[in-house]
């Protein structure tokens, strides 16, 4: 990361599908430090939105990443422009150990000479991935041996190798053990703190302990943005949330 802070600015954004609208004039703006939580009921329109920001949907109005416009560019120019995004199931390659992981992704995207020029300066790099994801010890090990949470944060670490200044994160901590979830907020602040990390995530729990802010989203609009403490006060929340 460069001494200029980054950031995720979305304006006006809509998806369409066939004339229904999925996502409708969405405003988001993700600094730095922030560890932004993305909220909202089943159809809200949070994977559609992540879905547009890394070019997997065409969309309108504008989602820039630290001044540089990312719609209308393909999925793979987005990811080299260093935007990241896990999927609710980890893929990494099972048969393949950490460490192959993580330097097929450290290479994922550049040809073979300029993989050969920055080899050097990408291996140091993918030691602090092992390390900041906490799992050095497992690096020779099969990714297919891992256990959920590590093969997540295994997936995590092929965004840091990435060089990824913006993660979308889909749901890290489904399906996860109590401890698991903890040790992953502790990641996610770690690499937060120099990254924008949006999370879309179902579990409140994890939400209280771990977002910095919340928006949420209800039928492809921002229903309300604020703190946790903000977010939960607002009966336009509690209504979609409890139906009162
Ligand atoms: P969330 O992630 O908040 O649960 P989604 O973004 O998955 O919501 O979905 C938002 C809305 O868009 C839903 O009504 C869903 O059925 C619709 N939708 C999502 N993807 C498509 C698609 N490829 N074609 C048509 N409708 C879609």
Redesign the pocket.
């Known amino acids: 990361a460069g001494m200029d802070s980054e950031y995720l600015e979305i304006r006006g954004l809509s998806?369409s599908?066939?004339g229904?609208k999925?996502?409708t004039d969405v405003d988001l703006t993700v600094l730095q430090g922030d560890l932004r939580f993305l909220i909202?009921?089943?159809?809200?329109?949070?994977?559609?939105?992540?879905?547009a920001i890394t070019g997997l949907?065409p969309a309108t109005g504008s989602a820039q990443k630290s001044g540089t416009e990312l719609l209308g560019k393909k999925v793979h120019q987005i990811a080299r422009l260093g935007v990241g995004r896990t999927f609710q199931t980890a893929s990494v390659f099972e048969q393949l150990s950490v460490l192959q992981n993580l330097d097929i992704a450290a290479g994922a995207g550049r040809s073979p000479l300029s993989l050969l020029r920055r080899r050097k300066s990408v291996l140091p790099s993918i030691e602090e991935a092992l390390e900041t994801t906490g799992l050095t010890a497992l690096r020779d090990k099969p990714a297919g041996v891992l256990a959920h949470g590590q093969k997540q944060w295994l997936e995590i670490g092929m965004l840091l190798v990435q060089n990824a200044a913006v993660l979308l994160l889909d749901e890290p901590v489904a399906g996860m053990s109590a401890e698991e979830r903890e040790e992953t907020g502790n990641l996610l602040r770690r690499i937060g703190a120099e990254r924008v990390v949006v999370v879309?995530e179902h579990d409140m729990e994890f939400m209280r302990s771990f977002a910095t802010s919340v928006t949420v989203?209800a039928g492809?609009r921002v229903l309300s943005e604020g703190t946790v403490e903000q977010v939960q006060a607002d009966p336009k929340v509690q209504e979609v949330y409890l139906g009162t």
């Open positions: 998806v599908f066939d229904f999925a996502v909202g009921p089943n159809g809200a329109g949070k994977t559609t939105l992540i879905d949907v879309v989203l492809g």
